[in-house]
T-cell receptor, first 115, second 111 residues
Framework: ETGVTQTPRHLVMGMTNKKSLKCEQHLGHNAMYWYKQSAKKPLELMFVYSLEERVENNSVPSRFSPECPNSSHLFLHLHTLQPEDSALYLC??????????????FGEGSWLTVV | GQQLNQSPQSMFIQEGEDVSMNCTSSSIFNTWLWYKQDPGEGPVLLIALYKAGELTSNGRLTAQFGITRKDSFLNISASIPSDVGIYFCAGRGNAGNMLTFGGGTRLMVKP
């Protein structure tokens, strides 16, 4: 139990589907993140929310749409994805975004396969 | 932007051997973190370092924040089969910057 819970753990979707990934953190943190992990690539930061406001969007295509309704929950809405979007999507949280000395904690990830 | 070079990319060792891996950055970092990722799971924090020269242990794992602030090392002593996984370093420079991750070191341990 890492304190950051992601659902679903596995998702297979067609290119025309709409689905969402959900993340919940139980650590009392005020910053949440979405990362993408593809084979043989470093972790890629996608979005950062601090105090429920998006503070970073790393040139992510609009077919990925994040939502942070409160400091404990983070969603990633998926629409008209491409097969190359298949990857492990990791949610993470921390106390403070980008603060020197803070540490981020990851969820177990959601494996996404786009067919 | 900040870049991290992590090496080696992979290691195949015999159970009982010691392991050493490192990360170097193109700029000064104020925080170094080491994570381990088991197959099919998210990365789990192993050790966090916040001060140049700091040496911190977690069981058989020891990590050091290089005095130049541009590198960090992780050592695993007396490896066991459950040490198998991918080890990631991560670092942050100035406050306000996001973490930068290394490419990972894939460790395989032969019983």
């Amino acid at each position: 139990e890492t304190g950051v819970t992601q659902t679903p753990r596995h998702l297979v979707m067609g290119m025309t589907n709409k689905k969402s990934l959900k993340c919940e953190q139980h650590l009392g943190h005020n910053a949440m993140y979405w990362y993408k992990q593809s084979a043989k690539k470093p972790l890629e930061l996608m979005f950062v929310y601090s105090l429920e406001e998006r503070v970073e969007n790393n040139s992510v295509p609009s077919r990925f749409s994040p939502e942070c309704p409160n400091s404990s929950h983070l969603f990633l809405h998926l629409h008209t994805l491409q097969p190359e979007d298949s990857a492990l999507y990791l949610c993470a949280s921390s106390q403070g975004a980008g603060s020197s000395g803070n540490t981020i904690y990851f969820g177990e990830g959601s494996w996404l396969t786009v067919v | 932007g900040q870049q991290l070079n992590q090496s080696p990319q992979s290691m195949f060792i015999q159970e009982g051997e010691d392991v050493s891996m490192n990360c170097t950055s193109s700029s000064i970092f104020n925080t170094w973190l080491w994570y381990k990722q088991d197959p099919g799971e998210g990365p789990v924090l192993l050790i966090a370092l916040y001060k140049a020269g700091e040496l911190t242990s977690n069981g058989r794992l020891t990590a050091q924040f290089g005095i130049t602030r541009k590198d960090s090392f992780l050592n695993i002593s007396a490896s066991i089969p459950s040490d198998v996984g991918i080890y990631f370093c991560a670092g942050r420079g100035n406050a306000g910057n996001m973490l930068t991750f290394g490419g990972g070191t894939r460790l395989m341990v032969k019983p």
